[in-house]
T-cell receptor, first 113, second 112 residues
Framework: AQTVTQSQPEMSVQEAETVTLSCTYD???????LFWYKQPPSRQMILVIR??????QNATENRFSVNFQKAAKSFSLKISDSQLGDAAMYFC??????????FGAGTRLTVKP | AAGVIQSPRHLIKEKRETATLKCYPI?????VYWYQQGPGQDPQFLIS???????DKGSIPDRFSAQQFSDYHSELNMSSLELGDSALYFC???????????FGPGTRLTVL
């Protein structure tokens, strides 16, 4: 069964510093997508970044970047120059059969001023 | 850019009542997904539709049904509501069922 694991229930970072959130996943597919979603206190699920497995280059979106290690099935999210607005629950996600988005348990990020 | 629209945003029902949640996907998106997120949990997949046909089914109770209409909007019908159905219900949409899923703001259902 495809699963997504986030081993850090909570993380904390000082404003303007860098933090990395970890994620591992399990799949037998060779071509797939991986996602990070952010869920702030408003509970809206916001797409942060997407990685296509066949692309060797790590995805980057402004201050957000990933470290994708396909062989190790690892997909970490790096947030640079952390801002107070980055405080949220972050979910790593994998779309099983291109339908059923499987989420990790989430990492709650706190940003300290 | 237009986003996924869900209505209502909040809904309060009594046990054994019925509820209907609506979802309007991003324009030109043809695939709709429904998720349920309980307190402190990650979202769980319920059901999806591609071009108005059911494409996949997850842990959706038999008391729930859903459909996608000709204009691609979708409705989730929930009957014989139970206390445990209280949750945040998300709709997401994508193009061709193989692309990024964009989530709506959710409908918060409270069953009393």
């Amino acid at each position: 069964a495809q699963t997504v694991t986030q081993s850090q229930p909570e993380m904390s970072v000082q404003e303007a510093e860098t933090v990395t959130l970890s994620c591992t996943y399990d799949t037998s597919e060779s071509d797939y997508y991986l996602f990070w979603y952010k869920q702030p206190p408003s509970r809206q699920m916001i797409l942060v970044i997407r990685q296509e497995a066949y692309k060797q280059q790590n995805a980057t979106e402004n201050r957000f970047s990933v470290n994708f290690q396909k062989a190790a099935k690892s997909f970490s999210l790096k947030i640079s120059d952390s801002q107070l607005g980055d405080a949220a629950m972050y979910f790593c996600a994998y779309p099983y059969n291109n339908n059923d988005m499987r989420f990790g348990a989430g990492t709650r990020l706190t940003v300290k001023p | 850019a237009a986003g996924v629209i869900q209505s209502p945003r909040h809904l309060i029902k009594e046990k054994r009542e019925t509820a209907t949640l609506k979802c309007y996907p991003i324009p030109r998106h043809d695939t709709v997904y429904w998720y349920q997120q309980g307190p402190g949990q990650d979202p769980q997949f319920l059901i999806s539709f591609y071009e108005k046909m059911q494409s996949d089914k997850g842990s959706i109770p038999d008391r729930f049904s859903a459909q996608q209409f000709s204009d691609y909007h979708s409705e989730l019908n929930m009957s014989s509501l139970e206390l445990g159905d209280s949750a945040l219900y998300f709709c997401a949409s994508s193009w061709r069922g193989k692309d990024t899923q964009y989530f709506g703001p959710g409908t918060r259902l409270t069953v009393l």
